[in-house]
């Protein structure tokens, strides 16, 4: 952060004006926020005290839930609050820290969606070297890795982030502190940094959107060559969930940073308002409406807690 920047605190301008759509985001926001929080919360202690759930695709879909809540709690209660009170200050550190959070688990996010469809890939095309294959050390390691390659991702971004200037105006045209706007009111040359997350944007969607692609063309390919139909239709079954979060994910993303549409800024803004609250919400239901073993899960939780209440 430079000392001489003349700019201390930013006006985040939000998404609108109007009382009533005020009245309805502040509903809908609190709601998708608090059952996305406590529904992936479920979903993480249900992974660690289930024993059927001790597998490396249910070890994949918990470190999955801990991302989406941090992604959504990154953006969600600031804006919840500034709709609240009406503040619509925030700080230059709290502004650098806000978008630092949202590209590096972002980026995360992307990754162990790779490593998660090559999870699927070894269950389907390998199944008799599964637990050989994806054992606890391996899955570990993806998932870190997973985390170490999004902080590559957003270091380069941030050393030139941090030197920008904010003399002229501090007025944000958007509900947070993302790139795009954040550029736009900056008075130094924000060419570099501009090609720069271009750059690391393609490059994190394209490369592991590939990896993804080319992980689903053998497990199609697999599937195809499976004698029964039952067995097809479990095999499906099993990667469907997996195969729409990641085209509601990619989808989104590549709309907001790799489409040249500057200036539709409201269309932009309102997506990534679902992309920071919705969409996550919307993983949820996917991964635990589709998945019985969850369910199965959460119902045993369920009678268990029940039980013990009686026996008390």
Known sequence: MKNHSAITTFILLGLTDDPHLQVFLLVFLFLTYIFTVAGNLIIILLTLVDSHLK???????????????MFTTAYVPRFLYSMTTGDKLVTYTACVSQLFFLIFIGATDFFLLTAMSYDRYVAICKPLQYTSIMNERVCTILVLCCWLIGLIVILPLLSLGVQL???????????????????????????SIEQLLLIMAVMTLIVTLVCVIVSYMYILKTILRLPSAQQRKKAFSTCSA??????????GCIFI??????????????????????????????YTLRNKQVKQAFVDSVKKMAYFQRTR
């Open 165 to 191: 200037d904010f003399c002229s105006s501090n007025l944000i045209d958007h509900f947070g502190c993302d790139a795009s706007p954040l550029l736009k009111i900056a008075c130094s040359d924000t060419q």
């Open 242 to 251: 997996h195969m729409i979060v990641v085209f509601i994910t990619y989808g």
């Open 55 to 69: 597998t490396p695709m249910y070890f994949f879909l918990r470190n999955f839930s801990m991302i989406e809540i």
């Open 257 to 286: 940073y790799i489409k040249p549409a500057k200036e539709e800024v409201a269309l932009n803004k309102a997506m990534a308002l679902l992309n920071t609250s919705f969409v996550p919400l919307m993983n949820l239901f996917i």
